[in-house]
């Protein structure tokens, strides 16, 4: 059962970084279904597709709220978990919804379940968490708007966010390889999509045959076609 906090959210989410779905203020609810482009050899939802998915819905959320889709934010730190993965065929249910304010940018938080159609018995569950920043027509960082505030600041409940990355590097001893770029990994803003980005990590995955409970992905500069990429692995 949930139960409403001080802050106006219902329940309680593992860790600091998913605060629970608001009871007050804008909320924008999607469904989706896993389809055979989204899932890996096992039919587990990708990582890629994941993203992917989170901006297709976070288009839709402004749109329905007379917002401009192309409005220039870009991702900064992205946090996913996720106990039991959906997979093909599932029939997904999101909920998405301002989880923090930063002075230029904010949080979009994503709440995927999916539930069997006969007990309602939740059978998958993904919780997101991704740092936007705002830019301005230069490129360049940028106070938050006044129209986005209007329209998201009131499910933020006053919450403070930081676009602060762990400064981690990779360590030269990993072992590393190139990493090839394609024109179709590209966005509007001449950049590798962060969608394309955990291409990377999926096939490191599937090397090791690993399924990921928690994945982080960090930006800490636009990547472009011309860039040499070196991927890095351990542990």
Known sequence: ??????????????????????????????????????????????????????????????????????????????????????????????????????????ERRTSITVRDIASGELTARV?????????????????????????????AAGRRVSARLSGSRPDDAAASRPWALRATDLDMLGHVNNAATWTAVEDELARHDVVPTRAVLEYGAPIALEDEMRLFSHG
């Open 127 to 155: 919780e997101i968490a991704t740092v936007w920043v705002f830019l301005d027509e230069r490129g360049h960082s940028s106070p938050l708007p006044a129209w986005f505030l209007d329209a998201y600041g009131t499910a």
């Open 1 to 106: 059962m949930s139960k409403q906090s001080p802050s106006g959210r219902l329940g309680v989410m593992p860790g600091e970084e998913f605060v629970p779905i608001p009871t007050v203020g804008r909320r924008f609810e999607a469904a989706r279904r896993v389809r055979l482009g989204d899932a890996d050899r096992h039919g587990r939802l990708r990582l890629d597709a994941l993203a992917r998915l989170l901006q297709d819905v976070g288009h839709d959320d402004f749109v329905d709220a007379g917002l401009d889709p192309a409005s220039p934010f870009v991702a900064r730190r992205s946090v996913v978990w996720a106990p039991q993965w959906p997979r093909l065929g599932d029939r997904l249910a999101l909920v998405t919804f301002c989880g923090g304010l930063g002075s230029r940018w904010a």
